[in-house]
């Protein structure tokens, strides 16, 4: 994992092997909902006080870094 993601971890025993936020039990994949249903990022701290700013950027981080290799191809309408 590169230094830019030290906050993401993975670990087979916790959360199904999802990756989380500093061991916590909260994924990369809830933050990004949280983020994606329109929550600022201070509504989401006040949400979860355990979390800090820079969890919530290195999830995002972590998103565009898993999908950077990825190709999806769409059909037009």
Known sequence: MIKELDRITINPERCLGQPTI????ITVG???KLLASHLSIEEILTAYP??????????LNYA???V???MVSFTSA
């Open 22 to 25: 500093r061991e916590m039990r």
């Open 30 to 32: 809830f933050v990004l």
């Open 50 to 59: 355990e979390l800090e700013e820079e969890d919530i950027r290195q999830a």
């Open 64 to 66: 565009a870094w898993a």
């Open 68 to 70: 950077s290799d990825q």
